[in-house]
Each structure stands twice: as structure tokens, then as C-alpha cells.
């Protein structure tokens, strides 16, 4: 949450002119439902099996940058999906980082998040982070910095 997938993603898309898929947006689409939703309605088992079919869907786009939701390399085998199907980059910052953004994000509607704030939200990111960078650490490349930059380096990477 807060890394800049949804944005640099359509800013990505945007340059190399692809499409953009927003993997949670898409699932919400096909469902009729938010995320927030599915998870209360049917659980976060049921969501992370819609979520690989809608990663495997997706994967066979062609031209296209697909966001997904962070927790989406976390489950089955999706990470090694991923790899296989394309280049998977790891939008890396801070636990301190991803709290300021998210805490300087005027359209912060995520449930996790509610009423955290400070040293609170940075330990819960750093603990939340900490169960996945695992999996993340395991995609093709990583990058850091800001919007333009990040956009730059991963323009760089895929059209070289």
C-alpha cells in the first residue's frame, strides 16, 4: 500500500502506450463488489483464489502493465507465475516512506489503515512488509525513488 503501483503504472502504460490493469479494480468489475467486500462476504481465501484466476487472465494481455494488489505474491505460486509471464518489478520503499505517502493521501479509503497514524502506521507497514519482502524480493527487478524516476528506470528496463 502507498508504493505508487496504480500510479506509475498508468503513467507506464501511458508512455509506452499499453493498457493499464488494475488487478483489485478488475476483481471488483467481474464481482460487482469492492475488495473490502468480497473479503467480508467470502474471506481472504476465497479472494486470493479469485485473485490468481484474475492474474492469469490478465497475464495473457498483450502490451499491457498490470498493478496487483500486494498481497498477490504472496499466495499459491503466483511470484513464480509472475517471472514466467513477464517482468515483475518490486516498487521499493520504507516503512517510514510508505506511511508518509499513505498518510499524505487524501483519497485513503483502506479499511487496514483506519485510525492508524505516526509511529502506529509505520509499525504496522514494517510488520506487514516484513511478511512479504520475501516474496517481493523475488521479482525480477527492484526500484526506489520518486514517481518520474521510478517511471524512467522501468521505462528503461523495458524497452532496452
Known sequence: MGSGKTTVGKLLAARL???????????????????????AEKGEDEFRLLEKKCLHEVSEFENVIISTGGGAPCFFDNMDYMNAHGLTIYLK???????ERLEASRTNKRPL??????????RFIAEGL????????????SVSGNIDQTVEE???LVTS
Open 154 to 156: 522501468i521505462y528503461q
Open 130 to 141: 516484513a511478511k512479504r519482502e520475501s516474496f517481493y524480493e523475488n521479482t525480477s527487478h
Open 113 to 122: 489503515l483506519a485510525n492508524r497514524k505516526g509511529e502506529e502506521l509505520c
Open 17 to 39: 502506450g499499453y493498457s493499464f490493469v488494475d488487478m483489485d479494480a478488475h476483481i471488483e468489475e467481474k464481482q460487482f463488489k469492492t475488495v473490502s467486500q468480497i473479503f
Open 93 to 99: 520503499h520504507t516503512p517510514a516512506q510508505l506511511a
